[in-house]
């Protein structure tokens, strides 16, 4: 039994040289029948790694530039909705300049009219007043066809009459 493992274990010239021809054979024929194929295996690997690596930057950037439109888009949504505030703001206050010009035209008409008013009552009060006195010249003149005045008198009687007059307006 020792010789058996004696023989696995020991180097024999004859097999030695077998065996290193057996390896150089078999790498001819491998790299004659298949060296070309892997490599080319290989090579498409790597080309489609490398492809892989440029799409991601692609897709990258593509996402930067889609991120920087948005951002953009963002920014002049906003500008937008700010001005349109402002521009409701600025409308909604002419407006309320307008309702209040407004108001105040009426206000100030409406006080014309009440003054106008006051000043065609107070010219009907000053006609009826006239009446009256012309009524109460009148009664009198009846009174002084019933006497008779001399000047002084009758200058008398209608200052008296008058001074009545004003203290009754």
């Not at 077998?18 to 790498?27: H, S, T």
């Not at 003054?115 to 002084?144: L, Y």
């Amino acid at each position: 039994m020792d010789a058996i493992y004696q023989s696995l274990v020991a180097v024999n010239p004859v097999t030695l040289i077998a065996q290193i021809c057996n390896l150089f054979l078999q790498m001819f024929v491998v790299k004659k029948f298949f060296l070309n194929k892997v490599l080319a295996i290989l090579d498409a690997r790597r080309e489609a790694a490398d492809k892989e690596i440029v799409d991601a930057k692609n897709a990258r950037e593509e996402a930067m530039n889609i991120k920087a439109t948005y951002e953009e888009n963002m920014r002049q949504a906003k500008a937008e909705a700010t001005a349109l505030l402002s521009q409701a703001q600025k409308t909604a206050s002419a407006r309320s300049e307008e309702i209040i010009n407004q108001a105040q035209a009426q206000a100030a008409q409406i006080k014309e009219k009440a003054a106008a008013d006051i000043a065609q009552e107070k010219k009907k009060a000053i006609n009826d007043a006239k009446d009256e006195i012309s009524g109460i010249s009148m009664a009198i003149a009846e009174k002084v066809v019933e006497r008779q005045l001399n000047a002084a008198d009758q200058q008398k009687l209608i200052d008296q009459f008058i001074n009545d007059l004003g203290d009754a307006l």
